[in-house]
């Protein structure tokens, strides 16, 4: 009981920490650590699918990708019919990747549908497909993709186009990760969430009690989708360009290999460990290049082989809702 | 006409050669129910032997020797380092391969750099074939890929050993319980899949851009065959393994290799749709 | 010859299968295990052949320990094993699986011997038909077979006469005990057909709550004797 409420508090006091970030870095290191809270919200979307409903997708960054081009499209005004608006943007990166999920969801996981490792697979060749056809689609900016897409604005401020300081930026994207961390755990906790879990541990059981698990994995997969475009779009606003990159096998490979080290399981892990990676890669890979990227396979395959739990999956998980914890 | 004959011919081509890589992949998932991701990691390791060779100054015709012994040993390290830990996790066997073949990627990419090799033809020149011009080293390709396939086919289906990996394969508890050492054999067969994979890329690398992301190039397309063709049985990964060929080589030389990826990839999807169990209707 | 002390299986505490097995087979007997549903004999037999890693206690065959070795190990030490259900391989001819009873053996040539079709003639006829396609009986009779090429010492039967119909199981059972005592097998059968095990056991254990309670001598298990009565009526 003790070191269950401990890991409760040591989560509160991380975001706290997070929180409180801006007392404590300098604006360089804000910025950066704003990016990579972009990369955290992408990672929450996969722990989503993958820790608590057990499917493992090799093509998130699909959805990413997706999210990011929208951002970018419209707020470069290539689609007049939309307007130029961050906020139509957002919407945009929020409904399409919905939308390429669902109807990806109700191809692969109709009925029965494929088991756990086909739908990897197929989500594996799909982000080969859909890298190269950005590569070549001219409309969204082929190889080079999309540049110079406007930054966030400050409407709070009273000069007009005046930009939030590093300091407002890093607030607003620690806000959106708490916001979408509360409503994954949200979900997670609740019955749904449940639901998921025994699909994860046994589909076939799951079944036989009556649950549409098509269903359940279609809405997790759409849920993981909108998480997903969320951080794309939020991720190019202060990246500046969208390009196929974003959307290829590179980053649905970089992001399990995120969540696999941080903790597939418990969502605050896997959002710390593409902070912890991206952190550190920012910081070796200058030096190290291509070293760096063997010692993280090298990582992720020990991770996997060893420590399935990621590094911090055992100290950051939270005890059951109480409705499952049986006599209090 | 003479068009229709070299479209048959790149077909088999590639047909063979994808075979060599799938009939490993095949075999491994049978016995230990591993995917092994790192199989395209293999297929390029075995080409990068060819460029050592060449940079070393040796006769190609030595690294269709050197590749499947080192590919072998490498087989036997990933095996025992990482397979054998994880192969009773099914998802975690998939994502352990997939991080040995970012792994073997990586080095490749700092031992040789990022840039596409060229390897010299062995046998330079075109030969005059069914009505067209081919080159002779293609021919060489099939004749070579036939008789490996043909040797592993019946290195499966009339040695001993083939015996009691099949045996293994619909039965480990019974096999075990019979004497046989299960173990060897997922060691033994792993590495066996690896070489085969490892020769396939030797044999194709002077026809091929060979770069560090040509393994997923050939994973892919074996994948898919499997799940086309039936993941049971070696005839599902051949059926599988002509189908998606077939269909690539012929959309790639009509049209675009991308279209041919996307024709492909949405054949395959409809296909698994239609038949989950793959064309050859039997499941592992 | 075999000695079982002690062996304790089973899934998680408290709902342990095998709760402190003790017995023992001497050289060339032939024993039943006997007991209802459900009171661990299958897992027995498991645990000797070393399907069950998790178990604790001790298995010694001849004097050796074998609880905790690899199955093939336990099968090249002279172990044969007819499991429950047969277990052959549906997709293999019948010569295929009788060789699969070789291949594994050590010190074997690889050809299924000559004596092999002797014992059940009525599989030489079968010999290249695939194995999924013959009769209850005729599957019996091959898992059986599979097991006697590999020549071992110690053979375990797990419910032969299951899915066999009458007339064929005492045919199976005359032949086995023939065979038995030609090459001076020690047998150990676990077995829900009393019939069948009159005919052939010389010593009956009965198994109760994953341990083994009783013991007796052939001639004094009877049906309607005690024995049957109280282990394994329903």
Redesign the interface.
């Known amino acids: 009981m003790r070191w269950q409420s401990f890991r409760s508090a040591l989560t509160a006091a991380i975001w706290v920490a997070l929180g409180l970030a801006p007392l404590i870095l300098n604006e360089w290191r804000l910025t950066e650590l704003a990016l990579y809270m972009a990369y955290g919200i992408f990672a929450l979307g996969l722990a989503f699918i993958w820790g608590q409903a057990g499917i493992l997708s090799f093509g998130q960054a699909i959805f990413f990708g997706i999210g990011a081009y929208c951002m970018g499209l419209v707020t470069l005004g290539r689609l007049p019919l939309l307007g130029d608006s961050s906020l139509v943007g957002l919407l945009l990166a929020l409904v399409i990747p919905a939308i390429a999920a669902y109807a990806l969801g109700r191809l692969l996981f109709h009925g029965r549908g494929l088991a756990g490792a086909y739908f990897a697979i197929v989500t594996l060749c799909a982000a080969v497909i859909v890298e190269t056809l950005a590569q070549q689609w001219s409309f969204i900016g082929g190889f080079n993709g999309l540049l110079g897409i406007p930054p966030f604005l400050a409407p709070w401020r009273t000069e007009p186009d005046a930009y939030p300081t590093p300091t407002e930026i890093y607030l607003l994207m620690f806000a959106a990760s708490l916001l979408v961390f509360l409503v994954l755990s949200y979900i997670i906790r609740s019955p749904v969430g449940t639901v998921l879990a025994a699909i994860r541990d046994n589909d076939q059981r799951t079944a036989f009690f009556g649950y549409d698990i098509a269903r359940y994995k279609i809405g997790a997969f759409v849920v993981s989708a909108l998480v997903s475009g969320f951080a794309g779009a939020l991720f190019v606003k202060q990246f500046g360009f969208a390009a196929p990159s974003l959307i290829g096998f590179g980053l649905s490979t970089e992001v399990l290999i995120w969540v696999a080290v941080g903790g597939r399981n418990v969502l605050l892990a896997a959002f710390l460990g593409a902070l912890l990676v991206r952190s550190v890669e920012g910081a070796l890979s200058d030096r190290l290049g291509d070293y760096w990227l063997l010692a993280l396979g090298m990582l992720f395959v020990v991770t996997v082989v060893l420590m399935p739990t990621g590094l911090f999956g055992r100290i950051l998980m939270l005890p059951l809702p109480k409705r499952l914890r049986g006599e209090s | 006409m003479g068009f229709v004959v070299t479209i048959g011919l790149d077909t088999l081509n590639f047909t063979l050669a994808l075979l060599l890589v799938t009939l490993g992949l095949v075999v491994i998932y049978g016995l230990m129910n591993v995917?092994n991701m790192a199989h395209g990691e293999f297929f390029l390791l075995g080409a990068y032997c060819v460029v050592l060779m060449q940079s070393a100054g040796l006769f190609f015709w030595w690294a269709l020797l050197f590749a499947p012994i080192v590919l072998a040993l490498v087989g036997l390290a990933v095996e025992e380092l990482?397979i054998r830990?994880?192969y009773r996790?099914?998802?975690?066997s998939?994502?352990?391969t997939?991080?040995?073949s970012?792994?073997l990627?990586?080095?490749v990419?700092?031992v040789f750099g990022?840039t596409a090799q060229s390897i010299v033809s062995p046998i330079p020149g075109p030969v005059q074939i069914l009505g067209v011009t081919y080159p002779a080293y293609r021919l060489f390709i099939m004749g070579f890929t036939v008789l490996l396939a043909g040797a592993t086919f019946l290195f499966f289906y009339r040695t001993?050993i083939g015996?009691?990996i099949?045996?293994v394969i619909?039965?480990r508890?019974?096999?075990?319980?019979?004497?046989?050492?299960?173990?060897l054999l997922d060691r033994s067969t792993f590495a066996i899949g690896a070489a085969l994979a490892g020769l396939a890329g030797a044999v194709m690398a002077p026809i091929m851009s060979v770069d560090p992301q040509m393994g997923?190039g050939f994973l892919?397309p074996a994948?898919?065959s499997i799940?086309v063709g039936g993941t049971g049985t070696l005839l599902g990964a051949l059926v599988g393994t002509a189908a998606i060929s077939g269909i690539t080589t012929i959309v790639s030389d009509a049209w675009t290799q991308?279209a041919a990826?996307?024709v492909v990839?949405t054949m395959?999807?409809i296909v698994?749709?239609l038949f989950?169990q793959g064309l050859t209707g039997r499941r592992s | 010859m075999l000695t079982v002390d002690g062996l304790i299986a089973g899934y998680q505490h408290g709902s342990r299968v095998l709760d402190g097995v003790s017995f023992h087979v001497r050289r060339g007997e032939i024993v039943a295990l006997m007991g209802r549903n459900g009171m661990g004999k299958t897992t027995v037999l498991r645990a000797i052949t070393g399907h069950l890693p998790a178990a604790k206690g001790t298995i010694a065959l001849d004097g050796e320990e074998i609880l905790g070795r690899a199955s093939h190990e336990i099968a090249n030490r002279g172990v044969g094993y007819v499991p429950q259900g047969r277990e052959i391989f549906d997709d293999f001819t019948t010569e295929e699986n009788l060789l699969m009873g070789v291949i594994g053996k050590k010190g074997l040539p690889n050809k299924v011997p000559d004596w092999a079709y002797e014992i059940f003639p009525m599989l030489r006829e079968r010999r290249w038909q695939r194995a999924g396609t013959l009769s209850g009986g005729q599957q019996q009779q091959l898992a059986i077979l599979r097991a006697l090429v590999g020549e071992p010492k110690l053979l375990l039967l797990d419910e032969p006469s299951e899915g066999v119909q009458p007339s064929i199981v005492q045919e199976i059972a005359r032949t086995l005990r023939r065979t038995v005592l030609e090459k001076t097998l020690t047998v150990l059968l676990v077995e829900q057909n009393l019939e069948l095990v009159l005919g052939m056991a010389s010593r009956f254990l009965f198994m109760e709550n994953g341990r083994v309670v009783d013991e007796a001598p052939v001639h004094l298990v009877r049906p309607g004797s005690e024995f049957v009565q109280k282990y394994l009526s329903v």
Not at chain 2, 89 to 92: N, P
Not at chain 2, 173 to 183: C, E, F, K
């Open positions: 995917i990482v830990h994880v996790r099914f998802i975690d998939i994502l352990g997939w991080g040995i970012l792994a990627k990586q080095v990419i700092i990022p001993y015996l009691a099949r045996g619909a039965n508890a019974m096999a075990a319980s019979l004497g046989i050492n299960t173990r997923v892919i994948f898919l799940l991308v990826q996307v990839f395959a999807i698994i749709r989950p």
